[in-house]
């Protein structure tokens, strides 16, 4: 996938999640808003209410929708006949998309009544989702191939390196210009963090990094290289900064990342099974939508 067709894809995840709440909030709006006991008679209750056509039909899509990026994700990432089949990355946006649009669908289905033993699933979800969230953090702050599998930190330096070579051959930058970029990110020096440290640290690393990068910027100015050079050159810098940073925090990231696995598949099961049963008292209670 190109970066214009990778953009194209993530718009599409965006523009679709906007359509579906904006569409639902226009036709649903004054009902969702409408105090439970008086709903009923509300000239929408028939259609909305969580067994009606559309509120029935929001419960059974958005729960397809999540089925299915659950489904896609685990058996792309941990079947190994279908690990050729694009690339994991794209499948986590996928499961993202299908995981954030289909709750929301859920929630429009409960009609914000949150009642009987349901109700437990709905709560997991909400955990599977917030936990989601903050996974996918951790997820981003570990650095990756494009397929998605974690990089040592072997591999780290040697990208590293790799822009260290870019910024010599290709903008032809003095030694002195070359060494204030690697004093900014001095690799071999990095100290890992502890979990203690962690929020000082990024927020220390997002202010210092800045105050650097406008020196470099001035500095650059000075030595008489051209503007476009400057933007392409702090574009670099910025991306060894970011590296240095996450490899400070590599071990922690990991290991958190490996507790985080441990909140999000129980509630996603919890959730599910839950799920599994209320469909079946559903259609017990003969709730067979439009079959
Ligand atoms: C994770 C997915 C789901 C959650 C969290 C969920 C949650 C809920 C909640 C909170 C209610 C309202 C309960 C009340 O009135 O107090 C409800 C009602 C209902 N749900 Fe779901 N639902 C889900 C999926 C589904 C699916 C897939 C179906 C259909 C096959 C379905 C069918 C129904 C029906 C028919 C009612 C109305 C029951 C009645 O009025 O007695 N739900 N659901
Ligand atoms: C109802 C909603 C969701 C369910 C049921 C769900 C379920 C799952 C499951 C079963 C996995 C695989 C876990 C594993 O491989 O051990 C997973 C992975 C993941 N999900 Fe979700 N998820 C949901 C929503 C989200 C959301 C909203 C986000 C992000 C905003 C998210 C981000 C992630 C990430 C980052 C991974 C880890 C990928 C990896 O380790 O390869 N999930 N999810």
Known sequence: MTKIQHNLYISFFVITGIIALVSILYF????YSTPIEERF???AHTELKPNGIIGHGLGIIGSLMMLLGVATYMIRKRIKKFTRIGVLKHWLEFHIFL???GPMLVLFH?????GGIVAISFWSMVAVVASGVIGRFIYIQIPRTIQGSELSLTEIKQENQAYTNKLRSD???SESIISEVENIVNIEHIKEINFKQLIPFYFKELFNNRKKLGNLKSNLSAGNVNHENINSILKISRKKILLARRISMLRIMQKLFKYWHVAHL????VMLVIMLVHVGVAIAFGYTWIF
């Open 110 to 114: 409960t009609a914000f009544k949150f």
């Open 99 to 101: 995981c954030s649009v």
């Open 171 to 173: 903008y032809k930058l």
């Open 41 to 43: 008679f509300n000239s």
């Open 266 to 269: 129980p509630f996603a099961i």
């Open 28 to 31: 649903g709006f004054d009902y």
